[in-house]
């Protein structure tokens, strides 16, 4: 069973910067279109930035130019650094891995992890 184990969440002041990271524990990295998602109580969760197989990214219009969507096959990690952030990125962050093989779709959730910007 494969895991997502998002970290680097936390308290910044807007303007910081942040970087999270999302560990799997199969060698799914690099084999597995990965994503971030971000989640606030009461809204819909909101891609933010996908990455392929290829290495092709794709942003949410709101984090464009502030956002950086990476990965690191060798460590089976994708990150995501966050630079001038508001208050409005304000969520719970969650790392999502998909494939499609063989017709059968393997999708993969992490557990997120709280990222508040506040003065």
């Known amino acids: 069973q494969v895991q997502l184990v998002e970290s680097g969440g936390g308290l910044v002041q807007p303007g910081g910067s942040l970087r999270l990271s999302c560990a799997a524990s199969g060698s799914i990295v690099s084999t597995y279109a990965m994503a971030w998602y971000r989640q606030v109580p009461g809204k819909q969760r909101e891609l933010v930035a996908v990455i392929t197989t290829s290495v092709t990214t794709n942003y949410a219009d709101s984090v464009k130019g502030r956002f950086t969507i990476s990965r690191d096959n060798a460590k089976n990690t994708v990150y995501l650094q966050m630079n001038s952030l508001k208050s409005e990125d304000s969520a719970v962050y969650l790392c999502?891995?998909?494939?499609?093989?063989?017709?059968?779709?393997?999708?993969?959730w992490g557990q997120g992890t709280q990222v508040t910007v506040s003065s």
């Open positions: 999502y891995g998909r494939r499609t093989q063989d017709y059968v779709t393997y999708t993969y």
